[in-house]
C-alpha cells in the first residue's frame, strides 16, 4: 500500500548575534516566510529497495541504493541516506522510497536552506514511521544532519526552523519570543559566501587577538540582549552590530558600500548570516522595493524582498506545495 507523507520548514534571519553565537553568545533570529517542502513516499518495489530523489528547483534526480555506500553520493543524498539509516529498521522492507523536494529558500544565501532541508528530511521520515512530529526529536537529528553539511554548526539554523517563530538562542538556551520586524528587507548581494571560510576567519581573528576578539563577542551579544528589551532601538543596534562583524573581517567592501549608502538615507543595515556576500537586512518603512533597487543601482543586488518573520516552524502539509495545489 502506497504511503505518502508532505511537509514543510521555513528558512530564517539572524537578526542579531551571527558568529558570536558559535562562541555561546546569545542570538536573536526569527523564521521566515519562504518555506521548502518536502514529500516522502513508499513505493511497492518488485526487486531491490531503492531511494528516488527528486530536486525540482534543479531538476535533478538521484537513485540511490540505499544499502550501498554513503560517501560515493553528492553531499544532500549522504544527509538523506543518514536519515534513511536511522529510520530503516521502522521501515517495510518491501518499500522503495520516492523523495520529492521543492524550496522557495534561495540556496547558499544565509537564510537557512539547508537547515529546512535538514529539518524536513527528518520530519518525513518521522511522519512515516511513527505518524507524528516531536519537535525536539526531530531537531536533534537535523542537527547531526546539519554538522555533515557544514561541520559543528551553533545548531541554531535548524532550530528555528523546526520551531518557527522567533527565537533567543545559544547552544544552551531556546527562549520564543514574541519579536517581530514588520519592516524588514532582505537585500540578497547574489555574492557567494561560505559559511565554513567564515567561520574561520573568526576563528583566526579571535585566536590571534584574544582579548579583542572576546570584548567583540560580548558586544554582539550586548546588542543582541538590548534588541530584545529595547525593540524601538534596533536601528542603532543594527548599526552597532554591523560595525562590529566588520571589526571581526565579515564584511566586504561590496557590502560596506550598500550599508553606507542606505544609512544616507536612514535606512539601517546589517549582515545576516555568515557575512563575505550572501544577504543584507534593511530595516526600511517607507521605502519600496523599487526604489531601493533604484537607490543601490550600480551595486551587486541579485534581489530584494519584503518577508513575513516569525512563521510557522515544522509542519504537516496536505499538498506539496502551494503550486501545487
Ligand atoms: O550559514 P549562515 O549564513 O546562515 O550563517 C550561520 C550563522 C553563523 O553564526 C555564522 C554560523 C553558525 O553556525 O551559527
Known amino acids: 500500500m502506497k504511503k505518502t507523507v508532505i511537509v514543510s520548514s521555513p528558512g530564517k534571519l539572524i537578526i542579531g548575534g551571527e558568529h558570536a553565537v558559535v562562541y555561546g553568545r546569545r542570538a536573536l533570529v526569527t523564521s521566515i516566510g519562504m518555506r521548502l517542502y518536502m514529500q516522502l ?15 525540482h528547483d534543479t531538476n535533478t534526480r538521484h537513485t540511490v541504493d540505499p544499502s550501498g555506500p554513503a560517501d560515493a553520493h553528492a553531499i544532500e543524498i549522504q544527509g538523506v541516506l543518514r536519515v534513511y539509516d536511522h529510520y530503516k529498521s521502522s521501515l517495510s522492507e518491501k518499500d522503495s522510497l520516492a523523495m520529492e523536494v521543492r524550496s522557495e529558500i534561495p ?47 551553533s545548531g541554531i ?42 567561520v574561520g ?31 524601538e532601538e534596533v536601528d542603532e543596534l543594527f548599526q552597532r552590530n554591523q560595525d562590529l562583524l566588520k571589526r571581526l573581517g565579515v564584511s566586504i567592501p561590496e557590502i560596506d558600500r550598500i550599508v ?17 556576500g550572501g544577504c543584507l ?32 516552524g515544522l509542519r504537516e502539509e496536505t499538498a506539496f506545495s502551494e503550486q501545487s495545489t
Not at 537586512?281 to 533604484?294: N, V
Request: proline share 3%; net charge negative.
Open 41 to 55: 513516499s513508499t513505493v511497492d518495489s518488485a526487486d531491490k529497495r531503492t531511494l528516488d530523489v527528486f530536486f
Open 107 to 153: 540556496i547558499g544565501a544565509g537564510l537557512g536552506s539547508s537547515a529546512a532541508f535538514s529539518v524536513c528530511l527528518v520530519g518525513c521520515f518521522h511522519l512515516l514511521c511513527h505518524e507524528k512530529l516531536p519537535a525536539e526529536e526531530i531537531n536533534q537529528l537535523a542537527y547531526q544532519v546539519e554538522c555533515l553539511f557544514h561541520g559543528t554548526p
Open 157 to 198: 539554523d535548524n532550530t528555528i526552523s523546526t520551531f518557527g517563530q522567533s527565537l533567543v538562542y545559544s547552544r544552551t538556551l531556546k527562549r520564543h519570543l514574541s519579536f517581530r520586524l514588520s519592516n524588514l528587507a532582505i537585500i540578497d548581494t547574489g555574492i557567494p559566501k561560505s559559511t565554513k571560510r567564515m
Open 201 to 231: 576567519l573568526v576563528r583566526d581573528y579571535v585566536d590571534a587577538h584574544p582579548e579583542e576578539g572576546e570584548a567583540i563577542l560580548n558586544e554582539i551579544e550586548g546588542c543582541v540582549d538590548r534588541m530584545i528589551d529595547h525593540p
Open 260 to 276: 553606507e549608502i542606505l544609512l544616507q538615507r536612514n535606512i539601517s543595515t546589517k549582515i545576516t548570516g555568515a557575512g563575505g
Open 281 to 312: 537586512i534593511a530595516l526600511t518603512s517607507t521605502f519600496t522595493k523599487e526604489k531601493l533597487f533604484e537607490l543601490l543601482n550600480g551595486n551587486p543586488i541579485k534581489s530584494i524582498e519584503f518577508v513575513e518573520c516569525g512563521v510557522e
